[in-house]
Nanobody, 119 residues
Framework: QVQLVESGGGLVQPGGSLRLSCAAS????????MGWYRQAPGKQRDLVAT???????NYADSVKGRFTISRDNAKNTVYLQMNSLKPEDTAVYYC?????????????WGQGTQVTVSS
């Protein structure tokens, strides 16, 4: 079983920055595609960014140029650096670990961390 623990959320003013971290308790972390998703009140959970085992990154259009996803396989940790934050970035941010084994997709989720962008 994979456990994901997010940290780094909080309250920040518009234009500010935050760095989210997600620590994974798994022995084969480097094989997982890691991602960040977010869910605002009354809305569905949406993709923010993903990074594959090979380091390929993918971003939602709304965060391109402002957010950066990275991973440290030695620490079993994935990060999301968020710059130039906007009020519309306010949401609960969830860490995701995904792996496909023999045609089956396995998804694991963290408990979420609140990010609030407000003056």
């Amino acid at each position: 079983q994979v456990q994901l623990v997010e940290s780094g959320g909080g309250l920040v003013q518009p234009g500010g920055s935050l760095r989210l971290s997600c620590a994974a308790s798994v022995s084969s972390f480097s094989f997982y595609t890691m991602g960040w998703y977010r869910q605002a009140p009354g809305k569905q959970r949406d993709l923010v960014a993903t990074i594959t085992s090979g380091g390929t990154r993918n971003y939602a259009d709304s965060v391109k140029g402002r957010f950066t996803i990275s991973r440290d396989n030695a620490k079993n940790t994935v990060y999301l650096q968020m710059n130039s934050l906007k009020p519309e970035d306010t949401a609960v941010y969830y860490c995701n670990a995904r792996r496909i084994v023999t045609g089956f997709q396995y998804d694991y989720w963290g408990q979420g961390t609140q990010v609030t962008v407000s003056s």
